[in-house]
């Protein structure tokens, strides 16, 4: 057997070449689907930051308004130390870990068949850092007594961020190509998402807050804090899936084309009347 491969050890010694080229390759891009997943979810924590606490506070408090609870927490933005306090960390975990996910599934995967992989790891990805985040927001700025936060909330959190990552990465590639506008479709699918996670969203941070509550009462509070939420969390998908997905997808591909990890292929043009009815012509004699 061994003597049977001497003849072809040149030939895998080029497949192994070949292989360790490509590993390389693959670990140069996946450096630099990291590096633009951080950057973008820097960016975007402050903004992200601010109207995630504003949500969690006034959810849990009846006197204070969404609008007055927003200028609160946007005041406390100004200070120089907020863009290190825990809760734009926590957010630029959730959104580096997101776009990170969608990045390598990209570069590892197959363009044409990385829709359900790439659902699954950003699903996996945003669900576990966001519910992480969601019960630090809950026990820290509700107001309430800090406790153990209920399986009802998370599975409601659950909910609301499979929609999330379906309409934030899924919904604005078939969109755009109907449309004809991918950046508008980037912005609106997330956007139009929120009229339908707003209601999970405020019901998990209800059953934190009041467990013991009603139906009738908490249609009561869906009733009366959903526009003013939906509003916040419209407000808050563009920074998170506009802006954020859009620099990190610049980035991206700005690293990938100075690092010669892009092959385009020149298309031809396609041939003319004139062109295929002289190809079709018999020689002439």
């Known amino acids: 057997f061994i003597l049977m491969l001497i003849p072809k050890a040149h030939l895998l010694l080029l497949l192994l070449l070949q292989g360790g080229v490509a590993a390389s390759r693959l670990a140069e891009a996946v450096v630099g689907d990291l590096g633009s997943a951080v950057l973008a979810s820097s960016a975007a924590a402050p903004m992200i930051a601010v109207i995630d606490r504003t949500i969690v506070e006034?959810?849990?408090?009846?006197?204070?308004?969404?609008?007055?609870?927003?200028?609160?927490?946007?005041?406390?933005?100004?200070r120089p130390r907020f863009l290190l306090s825990a809760q734009c960390r926590w957010i630029a975990l959730?959104?580096?870990?997101?776009?990170?996910?969608?990045?390598v599934v990209d570069s590892v995967c197959d363009a044409s068949q990385?829709?359900?992989p790439k659902l699954c790891a950003t699903t996996v990805a945003n669900t576990g850092t966001c519910l992480a985040k969601d019960a630090a927001f809950a026990r820290a700025y509700s107001g309430?007594?800090?406790k153990v936060v209920p399986k009802t909330t998370f599975c409601l959190f659950l909910v609301r961020d499979v929609l999330t990552m379906a309409c934030a990465?899924?919904?604005?590639?078939?969109?755009?190509?109907?449309?004809?506008?991918?950046?508008?479709?980037?912005?609106?699918c997330p956007v139009a998402a929120q009229a339908v996670t707003v209601v999970p969203h405020l019901l998990a941070l209800d059953f934190y807050n009041r467990p013991t509550a009603s139906l009738r009462?908490?249609?009561?509070?869906?009733?009366?804090r959903a526009r003013g939420t939906?509003?916040?969390?419209?407000?808050?998908?563009?920074?998170?899936?506009?802006?954020?997905?859009?620099?990190?997808?610049n980035l991206r591909a700005t690293w990938?084309?100075?690092?010669?990890?892009?092959?385009?292929?020149?298309?031809?043009?396609?041939?003319?009347?004139?062109?295929?009815?002289?190809?079709?012509?018999?020689?002439?004699?």
């Not at 009462?217 to 009366?224: G, I, N, Q, S, W």
């Open 58 to 78: 006034a959810a849990a408090r009846k006197d204070l308004t969404i609008a007055k609870a927003f200028r609160r927490c946007a005041g406390a933005s100004l």
């Open 94 to 103: 959730v959104y580096a870990s997101t776009y990170a996910a969608s990045n």
């Open 114 to 116: 990385s829709a359900l």
């Open 144 to 146: 309430t007594a800090v």
């Open 169 to 188: 990465f899924l919904l604005p590639g078939p969109v755009a190509a109907v449309t004809g506008a991918p950046r508008v479709a980037q912005f609106a």
């Open 217 to 224: 009462h908490r249609a009561a509070f869906l009733k009366e």
């Open 230 to 249: 939906w509003a916040l969390r419209s407000l808050r998908a563009l920074p998170a899936f506009g802006i954020g997905v859009l620099a990190n997808n």
């Open 256 to 285: 990938r084309q100075q690092r010669g990890l892009l092959i385009v292929q020149e298309q031809q043009p396609p041939p003319t009347s004139t062109e295929t009815a002289r190809a079709r012509a018999p020689p002439s004699s």
